[in-house]
């Protein structure tokens, strides 16, 4: 076997090496396959950067060997030698993980520049102030990236030379005030460091590679992956690349750009660009670029050639494309192309109008949208209503549409902790940066003032389905004093704003919304995913509105209605502290006679908007000191109300208090001690569901289930209890009526033991959220204390109660549906937890032969496209 290769040229890899290359140096060494004009050079893998982590974040000598081994390549191919004082190379330095992680992680501009190569290029180019800008650049970046200074601090020093100046933009300074940045610059390295700033270009090199593989672990990256489920082991290649530059005067500049609308979907080109600039003025918002159509007037051959290039990546890669390019003196560059990140209406949009075009298959172009993106479409809009009497305050770009309302945020660790809160916040920047994913996350929605569409908060925004109005030029803003001023009116930290994220208005006020429908390109699409999967997906629904919003929503049925949510109804609650009170059966009796009604109403309300689909309806599961109250003061109020002394009551909620309500007095438990509450609850049950059958005609099978079970004996103790009550309401009402009694799997014991349970259930539904508790040992209440710990050491990528632990908790699921299937060969199993929600779950779900999976109503478009994503992959 040959040394293992870690450093690859751009002409040695393709698209189908991006595990290796990252998807970034997959993608250049596809396009310079393609003749497309790429500035040539090579990446350094994805395996280097695990290297570099299983070293003790060290790089070992033959990667630095293997790497100035392909830059003598570079140089033999560019003509120019790094560090040369006749021909001098400079290079980017940037980082292409296998997943998209735009802006998550770090690039370092114009590397190999020093103060003899600077003197060079700016004779070379007959360009000093061009020199020099490229050199303040660098210094800022390598200062940044690689050695931690704050950015702010470089800056700081910009913006003070603008004053001096009276300059407006960084393009009004002369080569003068730029050489005089670079001596301030270096000043700040080296009272920062305490060392000058660094010569040698290659130690500049390999500092930056390091540098690069080090971001890969910046918190930012760490939420950003968590947020996306990419995992930690896949590590980041980097692209060392030789430079062109579109700052060199008025015939260079650089732009990003799209082969389709990434906000509304719209088959056209989208493109921004900025003249004399490099890519990241473009991105940081610091100047509004000009749109590409403005192009074809100023250079109309290039333009010609960029939208053939467009056409010819979108076609190759069979889907919307987002790139970056540069035009140095008059001839176009590309610097990358990956699949383009886009707002869920503009992916539905795409995903039809692709087969449309026959571009793609149904199959394949049900991958083209994210699960989770759904998200933002189900969520509410601006009432039309309120907006034909509501004025605009200010205008900016629709950059991710929705809509938001909260009160104003300036800093995004504010809007983290006052969303923590329950506050609902809109985060109000000049321009976003990656460490501002956090606050990004928690606020409704996004309203910078500089900044394109193709802005970091834009780009950011989109892939989160987060509502986002950038590049807002009427608003000022002082961070400091956290005010925001616009048409005189000066607005604080505690007023309302509401942004439009699909038309870019702003609103001075609070304004209401509406729910959202299902129609056009999302109505197609989801059809396609129904026709495809064959993992159905049913809803938690406790109440009539949200099984009624769910049937809405494409649910096929209910796989959890949590009785107990209808118990704390002001009109009941008093009947079930009765229950509570009791002090034998017969009084216990007596207040479930109260309740019986009640519930039998719920259950009729729940048939009849489910009609035709399957109810499961889990039987009554909390501990009952939850229904009382522990206030002393309520206490008194509720002796009075029950007719009894505050010492009994007193007694009764001390005698019901546990140390461990989680695994307590609940469940399955509280039918062993209390059967009557079974009968009741099944009494129930039964008798809606002969109620809708007569009136309405719909052939309901109730679905009993057992919650909390871990042995066979108590299953067949409270089933027994059902079963003789429901044959005798039948019998008596002559009803021929089929009904099922299963159990709720969320005891780790029960999964052991399923084949011995499943002689009695009819049916399974996994209950993750405690089985994940009690698999793991924690309480899902308590872990958010000590997860963020867990997240920054390493130990979880992500949250076991967001995404389920498919090595621990999964193989309890496995197991217990194997056993249940060996037991009962027709077993129907599902999963009720949050966890039949999440992508990665259904997907494991189908892979495991479940029946299906249940979420909560608004999740059930997100459940029908991943089964349907996960039915594609497993044929392939």
Known sequence: MGKKKYVYLFNEGEASMKNLLGGKGANLAEMTNLGIPVPKGFTVTTEACNKYYEDGEKISQEIIEEIYEKLEVLEKETGK??????????????????????????????????????????????????????????????????????????????????????????????????????????????????????????????????????SWNNPRAIVYRRLNDIPGEWGTAVNVQEMVFGNKGNTSGTGVAFSRNPSTGEKKIFAEYLMNAQGEDVVAGIRTPEPIEKLNQDMPSIYEQFMGIVNTLENHYRDMQDMEFTIEEGKLYFLQTRN???????????????????????????????????????????????LKVSNPIAKGLPASPGAACGKISFTAEEAKQRAEKGEKVVLVRLETSPEDIEGMIAAEGILTVRGGMTSHAAVVARGMGTCCVAGCGELRVNEEKKTLEVGGKVYTSEDYISIDGSTGSVYGSSIGTVEPKISGHFEIFMKWADEIRSLKVRTNADTPRD????????????????????????????????????????QRRKALEKILPMQREDFVGIYEAMEFRPCTIRLLDPPLHEFLPHDEEDIKELAKELDITFDDLKSTIDSLHEFNPMMGHRGCRLAVSYPEIAEMQTR???????????????????????????????????????????????????????????????????????????????????????????????????????????????????????????????????????????????????????????????????????????????????????????????KR
């Open 684 to 874: 129930a049950i039964i008798e809606a569901a002969c109620k809708v059958k007569e009136e309405k005609g719909y052939d309901i099978v109730p679905e009993i289930m057992i919650p909390l079970v871990g042995e066979l004996k108590e299953l067949k103790f409270v089933k027994d209890i059902v079963v003789k009550t429901a044959d005798s309401i039948l019998k008596e009402k002559n009803i021929d009526m089929k009904y099922m009694v299963g159990t709720m799997i969320e005891v780790p014991r029960a999964a052991v033991t399923a084949d011995e349970i499943a002689k009695e259930a009819e049916f399974f539904s996994f209950g993750t959220n405690d089985l994940t508790q009690m698999t793991f040992g924690f309480s899902r209440d308590d872990a958010g204390k000590f997860l963020n710990d867990y997240y920054s050491r390493k130990i979880y990528e992500s949250d076991p109660f967001a995404r389920l632990d498919q090595t621990g908790v999964g193989a309890l699921v496995k197991m217990a549906a194997e056993k249940g299937r060996a037991t009962r060969k027709g077993i129907k199993l599902g999963i009720c937890g949050e966890h039949g929600g999440d992508p990665s779950s259904v997907e494991f779900c189908h892979d495991i032969g479940l029946n299906y999976v249940s979420c909560s109503p608004f999740r059930v478009p997100l459940a029908r496209l991943a089964a349907a994503q996960a039915q594609v992959k497993n």
């Open 81 to 214: 030698g790094f560090g040369s004082l006749d021909n001098p190379l400079l290079v980017s330095v940037r980082s292409g993980a296998r997943a998209s992680m735009p802006g998550m992680m770090d690039t370092i501009l114009n590397l190999g520049l020093n103060e003899n190569t600077v003197k060079v290029m700016a004779e070379k180019t007959n360009n000093p102030r061009f020199a020099y800008d490229s050199f303040r650049r660098f210094i800022q970046m390598f200062s940044d990236v690689v050695m931690g200074i704050e950015k702010r601090n470089f800056e700081d020093l910009l913006d003070k030379m603008k004053e001096k100046k009276g300059a407006k933009f960084d393009t009004d300074l002369n080569s003068e005030d730029l050489k005089e940045l670079v001596r301030q610059f270096k000043e700040l390295y080296r009272k920062e460091m305490g060392n000058e700033f660094p010569e040698d270009p290659k130690s500049q090199l390999i500092e930056s590679v390091k540098a690069v593989f080090r």
């Open 340 to 386: 383009g990140k886009r707002t869920a209406q503009a992916a539905l949009k795409i995903a039809v109008d692709l087969v449309e075009e026959k571009m793609l298959s149904k199959e394949e172009a049900v991958l083209k949208v994210e699960p989770k993106q759904l998200d933002s479409l189900l969520h509410p809009a601006f009432d039309e209503r309120v």
């Open 547 to 586: 099984a009624k919003q769910a049937v809405e929503f494409g649910a096929e049925g209910i796989g959890l209605c949590r009785t107990e949510h209808m118990f704390f109804a002001e009109d009941r609650i008093m009947a079930v502290r009765e229950m509570i009170v009791s002090k034998n059966e017969e």
